[in-house]
């Protein structure tokens, strides 16, 4: 049986204002997605730098949420977001 202890935490979403959803996970920040006028979701990494634009912000939301840090860089797992 798998160490429930060792499996990651999943995402935590908190609405801050209409249209800004900001994520952490274990009380990390994880970064943010906000509503553009044209109504895409734009997701952004725990240093602001824009990740790329969704239809949906559950989508931005999850390539936040995929973004991992390595040697300081920001980078996808998985490909290219949008």
């Known amino acids: 049986m798998a160490d429930p202890s060792s499996s990651p935490s999943r995402p935590l979403w908190?609405?801050?204002a209409d249209?800004?959803?900001v994520g952490s996970r274990d009380g990390t920040f994880l970064?943010?997605?906000d509503r553009l006028a044209d109504g895409a979701w734009r997701a952004f990494d725990a240093a602001s730098r824009a990740i790329g634009d969704f239809a949906?912000?559950?989508a931005?939301?999850?390539a936040v949420s995929t973004v991992v840090t390595v040697?300081?860089?920001a980078g996808m797992r998985g490909g290219d977001a949008g």
Do not use: C, I, P, T
């Open 31 to 33: 970064g943010y997605v």
């Open 56 to 58: 949906d912000h559950h």
């Open 14 to 16: 908190a609405s801050v």
């Open 71 to 73: 040697d300081g860089e």
């Open 60 to 62: 931005a939301m999850a």
């Open 19 to 21: 249209g800004f959803y």
